[in-house]
């Protein structure tokens, strides 16, 4: 917890103000029992109705002046807790978006959410509640004990008997809860997931007629969350009771032996009812000590979870790295011996990898499911970093690059086709936010996205709702490809990202990219032999190695893998020379 008050630098006023008011506030609270006491020996034994009026009107100033100092010390306090959870929720944010998928697969989306909501809320709650009860609580009980020093030495032994019990019940009770409030975290983390992944998958449940399973599986999950619950609000329902049975042990003592000493002469009644009043504000103070540490357990088992984020460093890094200079090398990427392999994973997804793409040509990646195709391609914009070899964009070592600079070189289409909530034109703009309507209708008619788009009420200004909703999966595909044409990279990575597409249009727009995108280089890594059979260059891979590199025409005369493929969807040499023909 103690690395996260870096976040309240900016705050160091209100951090000051704030327990210095709750502790003026314990001052004015810890006189009134005096002014009682005054009240009861002089003004009501002696019937002295000005005097009364006096004290009482001296114990509702106190009461007010208390109250703004209360007011006050909320503020404040509330005031930096929150400024605090906006920095601490801005950098975490920003140290998120600087991790390499490597990390983010290794911490897991869901618990990336958790961790910048629940986890952040918890702490800000702990830093609220520790500048407002801090400094107060322990400063009511001292005050206390020593305000009763000096009515009575004897009396104030069973103080000094009942407030050591009372720090043993509540240390014993927030031992056994710390670590169950650390498990409610984490099953929180995995009913996230369970909701994170029913929401985005909820067609494919339906379609299977899982509901129920998943059903089932969110309510033992949320079960189990409940019993965790339970079990650490029961062990913390016994604190009121407990520290009750001390407080109130306490006080019959109190008024028991009060009450032979007031007899003897040696305390007056006011003083004994001065006594009960600090033991009573002893208790509300343990109690209040109590919820703080409550809170501050929460939000220590929060912030650890917060650090564990911060503690993990990208695993790729463009510090100190400078612009570079267009290069004369006449490849565009180069692959010298790269091996990769996943985190926590045995075997290299990739091993071995070894080609060079001339500036304008156009590359055909294919091969089975899990050849590796997606992961290759993943490397040319640095997402993962190989653990072996050396990967050169324009001759230069990928890892010299400003990662700005490298990735405003490439546009990626990803498998999934993902947009945003906006209009056609903000989306258009994620490249460039400069782009002029000429350019993003250019991307669009090379996409073939052109007339759908101009077919709707706004054109441009169509409001596309998140994810794409209100899209045909095609559409999505299309308007993905445009989209990363803003700009005109110089390489451009369709991974997969014709599968919603007819075969006229996809014929359609490779032949668009082909004559309207001159000296781009091409990136197509699909399944279908008919996306990639045109490519100047075809990379096949098998379980992550290159089995073969070549033509469409070269590899169906030497490669046996690429020849099964082939077969497979309906292609034989003959019908395959035809097909070349017709083209």
């Not at 618990?111 to 009511?140: H, K, Y």
């Not at 209708?441 to 009420?457: H, N, R, T, W």
């Not at 668009?512 to 891979?541: C, N, P, W, Y």
Request: glycine share 8%; net charge neutral.
């Amino acid at each position: 917890m103690f690395r996260l008050f870096k976040y309240l630098k900016n705050y160091k006023l209100q951090t000051i103000i704030a327990p210095l008011f709750k502790m003026t506030e314990a001052c004015f609270e810890l006189a009134v029992p005096l002014v009682v006491a005054s009240i009861i020996d002089n003004g009501i034994q002696n019937k002295d109705t000005s005097y009364i009026y006096l004290m009482g009107g001296i114990m509702v100033l106190l009461g007010l002046l208390g109250l703004a100092c209360s007011l006050t010390a909320q503020y404040f306090s509330a005031k930096a807790a929150f400024g605090f959870g906006t920095e601490l929720r801005r950098d975490m944010f920003h140290h998120i978006n600087s991790l390499s998928h490597t990390e983010i697969d290794k911490l897991g989306s869901s618990s990336l959410v958790t961790r910048i909501t629940s986890d952040i809320n918890q702490a800000q709650t702990g830093i609220n509640m520790i500048l407002r009860l801090f400094l107060r609580s322990p400063f009511i009980v001292i005050g206390s004990i020593i305000m009763s020093f000096t009515i009575s030495v004897k009396l104030t032994l069973i103080f000094l008997i009942a407030s050591p019990i009372l720090g043993l019940i509540i240390y014993f009770i927030m031992s056994k809860t710390v670590p169950m409030f650390k498990k409610i975290q984490k099953r929180q983390d995995k009913i996230t997931l369970l909701t994170g992944e029913n929401l985005m998958g909820a067609r494919v449940i339906r379609a299977f007629s899982r509901q129920k399973n998943e059903e089932q599986e969110f309510v033992d999950n949320a079960e189990q969350l409940k019993e965790l619950q339970l079990s650490a609000g029961r062990i913390s329902a016994l604190m009121n009771p407990a520290t009750y049975v001390v407080v109130y042990a306490a006080i019959i003592a109190i008024i028991w032996v009060g009450g032979i000493n007031v007899n003897t002469g040696s305390l007056t009644q006011g003083e004994v009812v001065a006594l009960l009043s600090y033991m009573n504000q002893i208790l509300l103070a343990l109690l209040a000590v109590a919820l703080l540490i409550t809170s501050i357990t929460k939000a220590q088992a929060s912030a650890i979870r917060i650090n564990e984020v911060f503690d993990v460093k990208t695993t790729i890094s463009d510090e100190n790295n400078i612009t570079i200079t267009t290069s004369d090398s006449e490849n565009a990427v180069e692959f010298k011996n790269i091996t990769f392999s996943y985190n926590g994973s045995d075997e290299p997804a990739l091993e071995n990898i070894s080609f060079a793409v001339k500036k304008g040509e156009t590359v055909g990646i294919i091969g089975g499911t899990g050849s590796g195709k997606s992961t290759l391609i993943n490397l040319i914009p640095r997402f993962y970093q190989a653990q072996q070899g050396e990967l050169l964009i324009n001759g230069n070592d990928i890892k010299a690059y400003p990662l700005e600079q490298l990735r405003g070189k490439i546009g990626i289409v990803p498998q999934k086709a993902v947009l945003f909530k906006g209009t056609v034109r903000e989306n258009m703009q994620w490249r460039n936010q400069n782009a002029t309507d000429d350019e993003i209708i250019k991307a669009l008619d090379i996409s073939q996205s052109l007339d759908f788009v101009m077919q709707k009420p706004d054109g441009l200004d169509f409001m596309i709702q998140r994810g794409g909703k209100n899209l045909s999966g095609g559409q999505r595909q299309r308007l993905t490809i445009a989209r990363a044409l803003i700009g005109s990279p110089e390489i451009l990575i369709l991974d997969d990202s014709s599968s919603a597409l007819d075969l006229a249009t996809e014929a359609r727009l490779r032949k668009a990219i082909r004559e309207k995108t001159v000296g781009m280089t091409v990136f197509i890594a699909s399944q279908r032999i008919s996306s990639i059979r045109h490519a100047d260059k075809i990379i096949l891979l098998d379980d992550g190695r290159i089995v073969g590199i070549g033509t469409h025409e070269q590899l169906c005369n030497t490669c046996e893998v690429y020849q099964e493929i082939c077969h497979s969807q309906m292609y034989n040499d003959s019908n395959t020379k035809e097909g070349q023909h017709n083209a």
